[in-house]
Nanobody, 121 residues
Framework: QVQLVESGGGLVQAGGSLRLSCAAS????????MGWYRQAPGFKREFVAQ?????????AGSDSVRDRFSIHIEAAKNTVDLQMNSLQPGDTAIYYC?????????????WGQGTQVTVSS
């Protein structure tokens, strides 16, 4: 299996920044891709960004995410980080890390427990 632990969430004022980290129990470079999703109260979980082990990043379609968020592999820490700038109240959600990795002969999704991000106006 792949165990994931998110960190870096918290309370921040609008316009502020946070950097989320997702630590994996397996080398990042033995995971096909890792991504960040978020779920706000009353809404479905939605895709934010993902990155392959080769470093190719994909972001949610909205200009708002692409312009303000960036996803990185931090090889020294074996984490995938999500840098979030110019945060807005609409970014308030639980942020989840997901890994797509081979396990027991199949490609599977693994999820972390999530980290709360709250942006005050």
């Amino acid at each position: 299996q792949v165990q994931l632990v998110e960190s870096g969430g918290g309370l921040v004022q609008a316009g502020g920044s946070l950097r989320l980290s997702c630590a994996a129990s397996r080398s990042i470079f033995n995971i096909d891709n890792m991504g960040w999703y978020r779920q706000a109260p009353g809404f479905k979980r939605e895709f934010v960004a993902q990155i392959t082990r080769g470093g190719s990043a994909t972001y949610a379609g909205s200009d708002s995410v692409r312009d303000r968020f960036s996803i990185h592999i931090e090889a020294a820490k074996n984490t995938v980080d999500l840098q979030m700038n110019s945060l807005q109240p609409g970014d308030t959600a639980i942020y989840y890390c997901k890994a797509l990795a081979w396990y027991d002969g199949r490609l599977r999704d693994f999820w972390g427990q999530g980290t709360q991000v709250t942006v005050s106006s």
